[in-house]
Structure formats: structure tokens, C-alpha cells
């Protein structure tokens, strides 16, 4: 039986028992049975209340967010032929973080409690309609990743104005907090607010497989098999916005997960985008689950952020696969 029969089924136990680990395993001590029935059972005393209002929710939105990194990560790899894109390099990530940023700025977040992922999700649309418009319809990709670091560095100039003009130190310090990423104190209002956008980014992005692998081949010969480019990247587009917009809007910014696990299970897939796409939503889930396990269980006075902690895994990938690479060219 070859890795690649074996690696969907795979992936799907390891999400599994990361769910059960980010479930069962936090600083309120519950025992795996008052675990269980906190929240499975009738009860409403303070084990329920934990395992519904805090780890059920934290649980959901770290395999969403992590899936839909993972995927979008695969799917822009596979579409610009490029092995370091990633979610953030057509803009949706640093334009959704501009968007929340905005909410705190004008104390919109302290007046309502889902501004600030509502201001993420307007702020991802935001990036996908001025993408397009710098792009055009019949844009390359080279003309693609241009209109998204434009974008990118446009959203992280304004977000660094927020910063520098922020009414009080408390503000900005708010403000860098949530730009770190983090999946503390979310409530099921913030995963029924995600995953109508994620799910519909999902479809779009899963809809884009077969194109993907036609383009390996080459433009020229995907457009020659049928597939419209323009409609395509359009799809990839708006999938990456909806799915990565939602999960900027309601963690902040988390970094490398879209990077890393396409690098990592490529290989067991035969190198076909297509084939990638479902790996890498599995093997995004587990990775930020697993992340946000180590944010629980190392033991510091104000909890690690996630960002941080998904940046301290995936640079050190970066510089074996470097020194690998200088082996391999040697």
C-alpha cells in the first residue's frame, strides 16, 4: 500500500486525536470523564461551561483556521506554480487584519462584541475587489502577485499608521496583541460567524483541483483541455479570501501554516496540486491544533500567542529545507 493510499485516512486520525487532545487537555484541570460530561452531559455547572463556552469553540476554530490555511496554501502553490506563496501574498490576510485593526482603532470592537471579525471579513472583501481591479480580467499571474503585494503593503503601511497614531498606549498594545494570533477567549458566535465564509471558500478553492493539475503543464495546455483561466483564478481568489479572510477576522494573524504543510506532504501526493488540496486542509487542522496544544501547556505568565508560536515552527523548517537544498545543488 503506497503513502499516498495511506495519507488521507491518516491525516483524518491524526485530526482526530488533536481534537480530543485540544478538548480534553487545558489549565482547568477537568479529569477526562468530567471532561466528557461537561460536554456531552445534561449538566450546566462549571465543567460544562468550560468544555462548551471555551474549548469546544477554541477546538473548532483551530481545525477550521487550520484548514483553511492549509488549503489555500496548497491552492495558490499549485495555481502561480510557486512553492513560497502562501494565503497572504495576494493580500486577504494583511487587508482582513486592517480591517479588525480599524475596529479597535475607532472602539468599535468595546461597543460590539463581533465588530472586530466583521471588520476582518469587510476588510478581506476589500483586497479581493482592489486585486482584481489593479489585475484586470485577463491578468498573468506574475501581474496577480504584483496586485497583491501592492495590496499587502499598502494594508500593512495603514496598520502601522493605526499604530503609531493610537489614542493610548492600552490601544496599541491591544492592537499588536491581536495581530499575533490567538485562540483564547473565542465563543461559538465567532465560529458561527467563520464558517459560512470558510465553507464557501473551501468549495471554491476544492472546485479549482483538476485545473491545478492541468497547469502544470503549462497555461497554454490547460487552456487547450477546456479550463478558463480567468474563472479559475477568480475561484482561487475569492476562495482564499472567504476561507483566510474569516479566519484572520477571528484569530489574527497566524503565519506559516500555508507555507509549511504543503512543503511537508507534497511528496506523498505525487506532486499533483489537485491531490494536495485535501491533504494540506487535514494537515493544517492538525498543525494549528497541535500549536495551540504547546500555547496551552507551556507554563507562562500571560499565554504565548499563536502566531508566535506557528512562526517558531515553521522558521526552523525553513532552514533545514534550505541546507537541504544547498546539499542537493552541491
Not at 135 to 160: H, Y
Not at 183 to 199: G, N, Q
Not at 235 to 242: I, K, P, S, Y
Not at 303 to 324: C, D, N, Q, S
Amino acid at each position: 500500500m503506497s503513502a499516498r493510499t495511506v495519507l488521507l485516512p491518516a491525516l483524518a486520525v491524526l485530526l482526530l486525536f488533536a481534537l480530543a487532545g485540544s478538548l480534553l487537555i487545558g489549565p482547568a484541570g477537568l479529569s477526562t470523564p468530567e471532561a466528557l460530561l461537561g460536554l456531552f452531559g445534561s449538566e450546566r455547572g462549571p465543567a460544562a461551561r468550560v468544555m462548551r463556552e471555551i474549548r469546544l469553540p477554541r477546538s473548532l476554530l483551530g481545525a477550521m483556521i487550520g484548514a483553511s490555511l492549509g488549503l489555500a496554501g496548497a491552492a495558490l502553490q499549485g495555481y502561480l506554480r510557486n512553492p513560497l506563496a502562501e494565503p497572504g501574498l495576494i493580500g486577504v490576510s494583511g487587508a482582513a487584519a486592517l480591517g479588525a485593526v480599524l475596529t479597535l482603532y475607532t472602539g468599535l470592537s468595546a461597543a460590539f462584541s463581533l465588530a472586530l471579525p466583521l471588520g476582518g471579513i469587510a476588510g478581506a472583501m476589500a483586497a479581493v475587489v482592489l486585486v482584481q481591479l489593479l489585475a484586470g480580467r485577463e491578468a498573468g499571474t506574475i501581474t496577480l502577485i504584483l496586485a497583491g503585494v501592492a495590496v499587502t503593503a499598502f494594508a500593512a503601511a495603514l496598520t502601522s499608521l493605526a499604530l503609531n497614531l493610537a489614542p493610548s498606549p492600552f490601544a496599541a498594545l491591544e492592537i499588536v496583541f491581536w495581530l499575533l494570533g490567538s485562540l483564547s477567549d473565542r465563543s461559538m458566535e465567532h465560529v458561527w460567524l467563520a464558517a459560512p465564509f470558510m465553507v464557501l471558500g473551501w468549495l471554491l478553492l476544492a472546485s479549482t483541483g483538476r485545473a491545478l493539475d492541468a497547469l502544470t503543464l503549462g497555461e497554454e495546455a490547460a487552456s487547450s483541455l477546456g479550463f478558463r483561466l480567468p474563472a479559475i483564478r477568480l475561484r482561487l481568489v475569492l476562495g482564499t479570501a472567504f476561507c483566510v479572510g474569516a479566519a484572520t477576522a477571528v484569530a489574527g494573524a497566524i503565519g506559516f501554516v500555508g507555507l509549511v504543510v504543503p512543503h511537508l506532504l507534497r511528496p506523498l501526493v505525487g506532486h499533483r496540486p489537485g491531490a494536495l488540496l485535501p491533504a494540506s486542509a487535514l494537515g493544517g487542522a492538525v498543525l494549528l491544533l497541535l500549536a495551540d496544544l504547546v500555547v496551552r501547556a507551556i507554563p507562562t505568565a500571560q499565554e504565548l500567542k499563536l502566531g508566535v508560536v506557528t512562526a517558531l515552527i515553521g522558521a526552523p523548517f525553513f532552514f533545514a529545507l534550505v541546507l537541504r537544498t544547498r546539499r542537493e545543488t552541491a
